[in-house]
């Protein structure tokens, strides 16, 4: 069955208050309040019963929000949840219980940048919580059914931890990594005098080191990655108990990155790896220790934060925008270009990105303080990008970046403004 989502839902899954969980208790500790069943209605959404899996095709999730779908079983049975995003994006799942407990989460287990998720529940009402990665916004259809019936993501292979119950979040790809975990040591002895003096890394393929072991004798802040695009590295970061504290994927094109702003604890830590590509590519694992200032300078660098308008970065400005500009800019790898405009009345921008030369554009589009309006890669079945958003009078800024380190060419940004017809 496939239903298209006309009312949706859109909620902060993480920021309810305590009184509004309790006032919405009854839909997901309030996670689902006012979410649309998945099968049009609660006596349709029973996947213990449904003949074949219950499909919401084309579910908008806006940049920085969650779109939720409920669901229920009569039975005890292996479910299978699915979200196939649509091209350009990269969707995240969560599955609540009636209580509002976490019992599942994936990023990118059904491959291409979709997520799966398959673990067996208890009869109950649940809530699907779909968002984009990196807080993007997104399209995407979103399948529940059980595991006989018909998958929309190609899947990966890899096994689960957890069980969705007192054992925690089920977590798809590796084992938690314990006390008994076979585990390469980083550096030799504790990591705090190597930190700020270039940190400590190592290479290996995810197949022969899917593990990596430190300690900490004071409390570090601190940034752990894992490089290769070509490998598409997953990290998994826990404590020396095995639960685990954090994880990522494509935080910086496919390589994965985990900062930990406020310091650790001392103790002894974990980063377990998968690969979402191939296991057997090298991947360098760095921990080093967090630099807030250059961290703000890679954000700036990568297109992810607006740097500021006082001259201290680099930012081309094109003045009042007119109503069609063409230019040629020379983009080298993930290095953001950025451009700054005037609109002085309001209206509709299309802005186009195209390959003149070893290119794959993503283009970003944002206010003066920051808030981002638009996203775009790979519009109309190329690798070209274009956004087309409605704009008020005021300055906005454009970061313009390849997609990987890879392309070193020519990207043409053209803009076209339009205002209402009087």
């Known amino acids: 069955m496939n239903f298209t989502l006309s009312a949706f839902a859109t909620t902060a899954v993480l920021g309810l208050t305590a009184g509004a969980a309790s006032a919405q208790a009854g839909a997901c500790g309030g996670i689902g309040a006012g979410a649309p ?125 957890g069980d969705g119950g007192t054992n925690g979040p089920l977590f798809v790809g590796i084992d938690p990594c314990t006390a008994q975990t076979l585990a390469v040591p980083l550096g030799s002895g504790p990591l705090d005098g190597q930190l700020f003096q270039g940190g400590v890394s190592a290479v290996n393929t995810i197949t022969g080191v899917p593990y990596y072991r430190f300690t900490l004798n004071t409390p570090q802040s601190i940034s752990i990655r894992a490089e290769n695009p070509n490998a598409d590295p997953y990290i998994y970061f826990f404590d020396g108990n095995g639960n685990l504290l954090a994880e990522n994927d494509d935080y910086d094109s496919l390589n994965s990155r985990i900062d930990f702003t406020s310091p650790l604890d001392p103790g002894t830590y974990c980063i377990g790896m998968r690969s979402l590509s191939d296991p057997n590519l090298p991947v360098t694992v760095s921990v080093v220790g967090y630099d807030a200032s250059a961290a703000l300078i890679e954000l700036y660098g990568s297109g992810d934060a607006v740097p500021p308008l006082d001259g201290s970065y680099p930012i081309m400005d094109m003045g009042a925008l007119p109503a069609r500009t063409v230019r040629d800019t020379v983009v080298t790898g993930q290095n953001a270009v950025w451009f700054s405009f005037d609109v002085v009345e309001i209206g509709a921008l299309v802005i186009d990105a195209v390959s003149v030369s070893d290119s794959d554009p993503v283009i970003i589009l944002y206010t003066d303080l920051g808030e981002e309006i638009a996203f775009n890669d790979d519009s109309g079945g190329s690798l070209n990008s274009q956004i087309v958003a409605r704009v008020q009078p005021g300055r906005y800024l454009l970061a313009v970046r390849q997609y990987s380190d890879s392309y070193q060419g020519i990207i043409r940004i053209a803009t076209e403004r339009y205002v209402p017809a009087p």
């Open 37 to 161: 069943w998945i099968g049009g209605s609660p006596n349709t959404s029973d996947i213990s019963v449904a003949t074949g899996p219950l499909t919401m095709t084309g579910l908008p999730v806006s940049p920085n929000g969650t779109t939720v779908i409920r669901f229920s079983l009569s039975a005890p049975g292996d479910v299978r949840l699915e979200a196939q995003p649509w091209p350009g994006g990269d969707s995240v799942i969560e599955l609540y219980d009636a209580a509002g407990t976490l019992l599942v989460t994936d990023d990118d287990s059904g491959g291409n940048f979709a997520s799966r998720a398959e673990t067996l529940l208890q009869p109950g009402q649940y809530c699907l919580a779909t968002r984009g990665f990196g807080g993007a916004g997104l399209s995407t259809d979103v399948r529940v059914g059980r595991l006989e019936h018909e998958e929309i993501t190609a899947g990966l292979s890899g096994g689960f931890f």
